[in-house]
C-alpha cells in the first residue's frame, strides 16, 4: 500500500508539473490567449444569431433556414493589430463552397462589413492559405506564391511551392494551424507549420500598418466554421515607436474631460504627421487587451484622478513598464493620485504629482512668457490660456532630473480659497506672487522619460496651435523619438472635428460661434 500511495504522489506531482510547464508556456513564448474558450466576450459582430461558443470554439454558423446573403464579421473588440503574430486553429465544414477567413490589420465600414487583409480559408481548397485584400486590391497572393507589391502598387509574383502539395498537408475534416505574422509591410501565412504564401506590401496608398482583427463567414450555402486556441502576441515595431494611449471614461459633462476625443484626436495627429510615430488608442479606461503594452515604448494617461485614477489597479505593472525604459505620460486630471505608494510611483515615473492638500486645481488664465530650451517646447511661442491649471505639485526633491516646461504665475485670488483636498492650503498662501509650474519633463536616472501637464479640462483647447503643439511635442519626446526642429506640424482641428467621439450628447444652449470666436482669438498672430 506505501508503494502505491508513492506511485500516486509521484504522478500527481508529474501532473502538476506538466500543467505548470503548459500553461506557462504561452507567457514564455510571448502568446497570450485573446479568446476564453467559453463565451464571445471581447468579440462582436453586427448579427450576432450567426455566432456561438460550441465546445470551446468559436463557431459561426449558417443553415437553410438561417443563410448568409452578406458575408459576416466577428470583430476582436479589445484591441487592433499593428506588429503582431497570431495562432489559432480552423476547422471548416460544408460544400466545396464553404468559405471564411481572417481578417488582419484591416477596417470595419460603415455597413459593419470588414474591409483589408484577409487570411483565406475555404474548404474546397481553392482559396485556402492565401492572402486576400477584402473589398480592396482582390487577391495579393494566392498558395504557393510570394508576391512583392512596389509603392506604385505594381505586384511581382514568385513560386515558393506547389500549391497541391501544400493543400495536401491541410486536414479537410480536422483541426489545422494557422500562424499569421505581420511585420512591418511584411505578411507571412503559414499552416500546420508551412509557409502557405508572402507578401511584402510596399503600396502605402493601399497597406495599413494597424488594423481590427476579425473572423469571417462567407455569404453561400450552409457551411460552418470554427476557430479556437486563439493566441495573440505583439512584436516590437522596427524604425519607429508605438505609444499607447489611455483614455478614461467620461466625467464632467460635453466639452470638458473629453478623455476619448481627446486621446482619439492626439493619436490621429501623431499618426497623420510622424512617420516615426505609432499611436494606439484604448478608451473608456484601463485597456482590457492583454498585450496592450507588450510592444509599446511609451503610455500617455489621459483621466480623472485620485482614488479613481485608471491606473490605481495596475500600479505594480505599470512599474514594471517605467522600469523597462517605457516613457509615461499624465494630462490634466491623470496628474493626480492619493499619496503614498501611488503618489511615490508617480515621482518615479514622470517626476512630480499632485497631492491632496497640498496641491490646488483653480480655473485661470495662465500665461507663458518665456519657455526653455527643451525638445518639448520646439516651435511652441510664448501664449495664454484659460483652463484648469493645477499648480503646487509635489516634485521630486529639489527637482532633480525635473525640467519646468510652463511655469506662471497664479492670480492671487487662486491662492485664497478655503482649506480643502483641492481648493486651498497654507503652504499654498505662503507663495502670494510667486511662480508656479504646470507643464514639466522628466529624465528618469535609467534613460526613461516623463511628462506632466495639468491643462487640458476643455477639449477645445487642442485647437489652440501652441497648447497643441506643446502636448504633440511632449508625446513623441516620451517615445525616444527626436522632436522635429520646429516641433511636430498639425493641422488645426475644426470645430467640427472637435465635436466628433464626444461623450455627452450636444447642450440645447450649445453656442458654437462663441467657441470659434475663442478659437481664433488664441491663435491670432498678434495675441
Known amino acids: 500500500m506505501r508503494t502505491i500511495y508513492m506511485r500516486l504522489i509521484q504522478i500527481t506531482l508529474i501532473g502538476l508539473i506538466g500543467f505548470s510547464t503548459h500553461a506557462d508556456a504561452g507567457e514564455q513564448d510571448g502568446f497570450k490567449p485573446i479568446f476564453d474558450g467559453e463565451t464571445l466576450d471581447g468579440w462582436k459582430a453586427p448579427d450576432m444569431s450567426y455566432w456561438s461558443v460550441e465546445d470551446g470554439a468559436i463557431t459561426a454558423r449558417s443553415t437553410k433556414q438561417h443563410p448568409v446573403r452578406a458575408n459576416q464579421f466577428l470583430v476582436w473588440q479589445l484591441g487592433e493589430l499593428d506588429d503582431f503574430e497570431l495562432k489559432l486553429k480552423y476547422r471548416i465544414g460544408g460544400t466545396p463552397a464553404a468559405n471564411s477567413g481572417v481578417q488582419v490589420r484591416s477596417r470595419v465600414d460603415k455597413d459593419g462589413h470588414v474591409a483589408g487583409y484577409q487570411a483565406d480559408i475555404d474548404r474546397g481548397g481553392q482559396w485556402t492559405g492565401a492572402l486576400y485584400d477584402e473589398r480592396g486590391r482582390g487577391m495579393l497572393a494566392t498558395r504557393g506564391q510570394k508576391t512583392v507589391i512596389n509603392s506604385d502598387g505594381k505586384k511581382t509574383s514568385t513560386s515558393i511551392g506547389d500549391s497541391d502539395a501544400m493543400m495536401a498537408i491541410i ?4 483541426w489545422n494551424d494557422y500562424h499569421i505574422i505581420g511585420h512591418r509591410d511584411h505578411i507571412v501565412l503559414k499552416i500546420n507549420g508551412r509557409v502557405m504564401a508572402e507578401v511584402v506590401d510596399k503600396d502605402k496608398k493601399h497597406s495599413d500598418l494597424s488594423g481590427v482583427l476579425a473572423l469571417q463567414l462567407h455569404a453561400g450555402p450552409p457551411m460552418t466554421v470554427q476557430f479556437k486556441d486563439i493566441r495573440l502576441k505583439r512584436l516590437k515595431l522596427e524604425n519607429s515607436k508605438k505609444i499607447v494611449l489611455v483614455a478614461g471614461p467620461r466625467s464632467h459633462g460635453y466639452g470638458s474631460h473629453e478623455h476619448n476625443a481627446g486621446c482619439l484626436l492626439l493619436a490621429k495627429l501623431l499618426n497623420e504627421n510622424m512617420p516615426n510615430i505609432q499611436a494606439a488608442v484604448y478608451t473608456n479606461g484601463w485597456p482590457n487587451d492583454p ?3 507588450d510592444n509599446t515604448d511609451a503610455v500617455a494617461i489621459y483621466c480623472d484622478g485620485g482614488g479613481g485614477h485608471v491606473v490605481m489597479r495596475h500600479l505594480d505593472q505599470m512599474d514594471k513598464l517605467a522600469k523597462n525604459g517605457v516613457g509615461i505620460a499624465c494630462l490634466h486630471y491623470g496628474v493626480e493620485v492619493p499619496k503614498g505608494k501611488p ?4 515621482l518615479d515615473w514622470i517626476g512630480g504629482y499632485f497631492e491632496a492638500f497640498w496641491s490646488v486645481n483653480p480655473h485661470w488664465k495662465a500665461e507663458f512668457k518665456s519657455l526653455p530650451k527643451h525638445a518639448i517646447s520646439r516651435g511652441v511661442k510664448p501664449f495664454w490660456m484659460d483652463d484648469e491649471w493645477y499648480y503646487h505639485m509635489r ?15 497664479p492670480p492671487d485670488s487662486t491662492r485664497k480659497r478655503g482649506d480643502g483636498a483641492h481648493s486651498g492650503n497654507p503652504h499654498v498662501r505662503a507663495r502670494m506672487g510667486m511662480q508656479e509650474h504646470v507643464a514639466w519633463a522628466y529624465e528618469r536616472p535609467d534613460g526613461g522619460r516623463g ?3 495639468t491643462g487640458g ?3 477645445w483647447s487642442w485647437a489652440h496651435d501652441d497648447f497643441r503643439k506643446l502636448v504633440l511635442n511632449a508625446l513623441v519626446w516620451i517615445t525616444g523619438v527626436e522632436v522635429p526642429p520646429n516641433g511636430v506640424p498639425s493641422k488645426r482641428p475644426s470645430l467640427e472635428e472637435l465635436e466628433e467621439n464626444q461623450d455627452y450628447p450636444k447642450p440645447g444652449n450649445w453656442k458654437r460661434e462663441k467657441i470659434q470666436k475663442l478659437i481664433e482669438q488664441w491663435n491670432r498672430p498678434d495675441r
Do not use: C
Not at 486536414?171 to 480536422?174: A, H
Open 451 to 453: 511628462f506632466g501637464f
Open 171 to 174: 486536414k479537410k475534416d480536422g
Open 395 to 409: 516634485f521630486r526633491e529639489n527637482m532633480q532630473n525635473v525640467t519646468p516646461i510652463l511655469s506662471a504665475i
Open 343 to 346: 503618489g511615490n510611483y508617480l
Open 291 to 293: 498585450t496592450a503594452f
Open 457 to 459: 479640462h476643455w477639449h
